[in-house]
């Protein structure tokens, strides 16, 4: 028989190829499935005694991992990644702020707030994965006597390696007017806002660069959103106007190119909320109605920041809740229905495919939405207060897996970056 030397190479080429496009599907699929990690804090029980702890699990449940172990202070829901993913940063006992890696090592103190700090409330952002810079805001030790709005940097060594930027005081009686809102740190950490003389301000972290961004007094809303960054730090959106009726502006960085985007006033503006798309293009926002009809009648509201556009997204009025944005600004999950015990929902950016997820599954009592880094998985609690479990689901609602178990109560999921 006559053998046929390029039928042979013909062969153990193409036989080549197909283990190289079999180990490259295999390869993909295997990346395809690694799972990704999240951060959250959760209440528990052990031995009659109760503990707020940081814990860190993989998404399919896997290698839950508990950070602060031997803390004697309960943790807040106050936590932040650092860009590259490897440390965080959190609250503890109110006014204690920490850091520590994401396998549990390095903890370490970076504030402590003593005893005359009241109601405190912290602001957190990463300038790199090694600094944080972060305002803290006291109220006095009592009505007569005025409290305080503070901003820091720390290297994240310890308390030792974290410094007063600057410090105002705010409230009593007769009333300090150095300030009049919240501090406001920028996405980057390099840029904070306050409201001051009915004007909104701007400062670099450092205590440089002070500038009036408004230069006229005006009725500047914080609401419950606050002043609020775009999240690439280039521009501010917020309410302003008489109450009760106020509309949303946004304006740039600098000052520059402020304008309204609602242009008709809108009711209760105080109990609304802004959310800035993960792009800077759009921003979402409902607000109650107020009086008789708080909580009724209300949608979603979608702004195009450049076209300055407003848009009912939701179009069927009722009661809604935490709208958060996937990272790839295509959808937004967000709750809806019953107030004591609201459904979840995703819907597209235009408007179309509102679609409520886990409606098969016996859950109820949503909160605490969180989309991960690849816009393809959500996290959140569910169940009473005390006893809420933390669960993921892919974002059609399908693969639903329970991450925590009975003996801990869990609230906060952040994705690690």
């Known amino acids: 028989m006559k053998s046929h030397p390029h039928l042979f190479i013909s062969i153990f080429l193409l036989t080549l190829l197909i283990s190289l496009f079999l180990n490259f599907q295999i390869s993909t699929t295997n990346a395809t499935q690694t799972t990704q990690t999240l951060a959250f804090i959760a209440l528990q029980n052990p031995a009659n005694t109760v503990k707020n702890s940081l814990f860190t699990i993989e998404a399919n449940g896997s290698a839950r991992h508990n950070l602060t172990p031997t803390l004697e202070y309960s943790v807040s829901p106050t936590l932040i990644w650092s860009p590259n993913g490897q ?208 909580s009724q009648e209300v949608d979603i509201y979608l702004l195009d920041v450049s076209r300055g556009t407003v848009r009912n997204l939701t179009k069927k009025p009722g009661w809604y809740g935490e709208p958060s944005w996937s990272p790839n600004a295509k959808q937004i999950a967000f709750l809806s229905g019953d107030l004591h015990n609201p459904k979840l929902y995703t819907i597209n950016l235009d408007g179309s495919n509102r679609t409520e997820l886990l409606s098969k599954q016996p859950l109820s009592q949503f909160s605490n939405i969180a989309w991960s880094a690849d816009s393809q998985q959500i996290a959140f609690t569910s169940g009473e207060i005390g006893k809420t479990s933390l669960y993921v689901a892919k974002r059609d609602g399908s693969g639903l897996t329970k991450l925590t178990n009975n003996n801990l109560s869990a609230l906060n999921p952040t994705w690690q970056p």
Not at 114 to 132: E, M, P, T
């Open 87 to 294: 440390r965080l940063a959190f609250v503890a006992s109110e006014t204690e702020l920490y850091v520590v890696n994401s396998d549990g090592s390095r903890l370490a103190k970076v504030f402590s707030g003593g005893g005359y700090c009241k109601a405190a409330n912290f602001g957190i952002n990463w300038l790199d994965s090694q600094k944080i810079i972060f305002a803290i805001s006291c109220d006095g030790p009592s009505a007569d006597l005025p409290g305080s709005e503070s901003l820091y940097i720390s290297d994240t060594t310890g308390i030792p390696g974290t410094k007063l930027i600057k410090k105002w005081e705010v409230g009593g009686v007769p009333p300090k007017t150095e300030i009049s809102s919240l501090l406001y740190l920028s996405p980057n950490g390099k840029q904070v806002i306050f409201i001051k003389d009915r004007n909104i301000y701007n400062m670099n972290t450092d205590g440089s660069g002070l500038v009036n961004l408004t230069n006229k007094p005006g009725d500047y809303i914080p609401g419950s959103s606050g002043l609020m960054w775009s999240p690439d730090s280039t521009q501010i959106a917020f309410f302003e106007g008489k109450y009760p009726t106020q509309n949303i502006y946004v304006m740039n960085a600098d000052g520059t190119n402020l304008r309204n985007l609602t242009k008709t006033p809108e009711t209760m503006a105080y109990s609304g909320r802004l959310f800035w798309s993960p792009d800077s293009n759009h921003i979402a926002y409902f607000h109650d109605q107020g009086g008789n009809n708080r």
